[in-house]
């Protein structure tokens, strides 16, 4: 088993990589599998120097509750901005926010960021160099402090029970 982990060191990239090359090459011919089977092994050790080891999921039921509020969150963001961009009467608030970080792991608070950007009506904008604060841009500002609330209670701390200590 350790010697496959040394040839093949990240199984799932090179699946993804091969189901992606045989979807770009539209065919499952016997030599289109063979050399997607080649890049899926090669391309993963020519760069596993530039990956960070991945951290391990403490909690995995946490982590299967937090997709299923981040999916809740984009429908419901989705029907909001829907609202808002259609109600002729409706005015849209949009600002900035200064967004004080509790997680310091890097990963962690990519995932935070790329959460806040996949949610309608929200986006992360900067991380700070280091690491204490995200700049969002709200399209809809209601209380700058409830949205800090809501933003640290609905994603970062599972984020943080999720993958830190």
């Known amino acids: 088993m350790k010697a496959l982990g040394r040839y093949l060191p990240t199984p799932t990239l090179s699946l993804v990589l091969l189901v992606v090359w045989l979807l770009m090459v539209r065919s499952v011919s016997f030599g289109q599998i063979l050399l997607g089977l080649f890049l899926a092994v090669v391309i993963p050790l020519m760069t596993r120097d530039f990956w960070e080891p991945l951290p391990r999921v403490k909690h995995p039921l946490k982590l299967a ?3 299923l509020v981040v999916l ?4 419901v963001a989705n029907l909001q901005v829907s609202r808002l961009i259609l109600s002729p009467k409706r005015e849209a608030h949009p600002g900035f926010i200064e967004y004080p970080l509790e997680v310091k792991d890097r990963l962690t608070i990519t995932l935070l960021a790329n959460t806040i950007t996949m949610t309608p009506g929200t986006v992360s ?3 700070r160099l280091d690491g204490s604060s ?8 209601g209380e700058e402090q409830a ?3 809501e933003i640290r209670e609905r994603y970062e701390r599972p984020l943080k029970e999720i993958f830190e200590c």
């Open 147 to 149: 949205l800090i609330r």
């Open 72 to 75: 809740w969150d984009i429908v």
């Open 65 to 67: 509750r937090f997709v």
């Open 134 to 141: 995200l700049l969002i841009h709200a399209l809809d500002m």
């Open 125 to 127: 904008t900067n991380i």
